[in-house]
T-cell receptor, first 113, second 115 residues
Framework: KAGVTQTPRYLIKTRGQQVTLSCSPI?????VSWYQQTPGQGLQFLFE???????NKGNFPGRFSGRQFSNSRSEMNVSTLELGDSALYLC????????????FGEGSRLTVL | SQQGEEDPQALSIQEGENATMNCSYK?????LQWYRQNSGRGLVHLIL?????REKHSGRLRVTLDTSKKSSSLLITASRAADTASYFC???????????????FGQGTILTVHP
């Protein structure tokens, strides 16, 4: 079974631009969560989608958004990039999305210059 | 602030020794999980312990949970150089409703195992 796939793995943007990151969950998993990892703040929850609906959201500004498609693939978008958005963005999938184990992708490393 | 706090922040040991990492949290939990992360890569789930469990084993891993003290420990026995990684505890709670997909992570312990 293929794992969680995130694209792109690395990207560089400049302040003010926007970025879209993609995540393909494990086949059969309907829940996709997104996390931001930075040296200063550690791992922080962004949002969770299940069957195309956002069920949970972390404490991030509205510049951070996401969506999920009918095939469970998910995208997250960050608009008007700031230097502080430089981070490793991790996607995780699970079969139920409740309190169980999450399966993480390798992440998308975003650098904002 | 992070609900899960871990200590030590860094741990350096020799191969064959045991490694113990501790995690404390501030709220009631549904479960507590431990994850491993190799440098700059994704997280790998190690073990999950539910709030009504006190101890769990998986291979060379032993996790304990003390809900009265709001703390957990992860023991890795007979460490190997390949165990070198960052280890994170993560909690799920029902504060404010079901915590769909939301794990609250500690800051992690960096484990270095010297051959």
């Amino acid at each position: 079974k293929a794992g969680v796939t995130q694209t792109p793995r690395y990207l560089i943007k400049t302040r003010g631009q926007q970025v879209t990151l993609s995540c393909s969950p494990i086949s059969g998993h309907r829940s996709v969560s997104w996390y931001q990892q930075t040296p200063g703040q550690g791992l922080q929850f962004l949002f969770e989608y299940f069957s195309e609906t956002q069920r949970n959201k972390g404490n991030f500004p509205g510049r951070f958004s996401g969506r999920q498609f009918s095939n469970s693939r998910s995208e997250m978008n960050v608009s008007t990039l700031e230097l502080g958005d430089s981070a490793l963005y991790l996607c995780a999938s699970s079969s139920q999305g409740g309190n169980g184990e999450l399966f993480f992708g390798e992440g998308s490393r975003l650098t904002v210059l | 602030s992070q609900q899960g706090e871990e200590d030590p922040q860094a741990l350096s040991i020799q191969e064959g020794e045991n490694a113990t990492m501790n995690c404390s949290y501030k709220t009631s939990i549904n479960n507590l999980q431990w994850y491993r992360q190799n440098s700059g890569r994704g997280l790998v789930h190690l073990i999950l312990i539910r709030s009504n469990e006190r101890e769990k084993h998986s291979g060379r891993l032993r996790v304990t949970l003390d809900t009265s003290k709001k703390s957990s420990s992860l023991l890795i026995t007979a460490s190997r150089a390949a165990d070198t990684a960052s280890y994170f505890c993560a909690i799920t709670t029902n504060a404010g409703g079901t915590s769909y997909g939301k794990l609250t992570f500690g800051q992690g312990t960096i484990l270095t195992v010297h051959p």
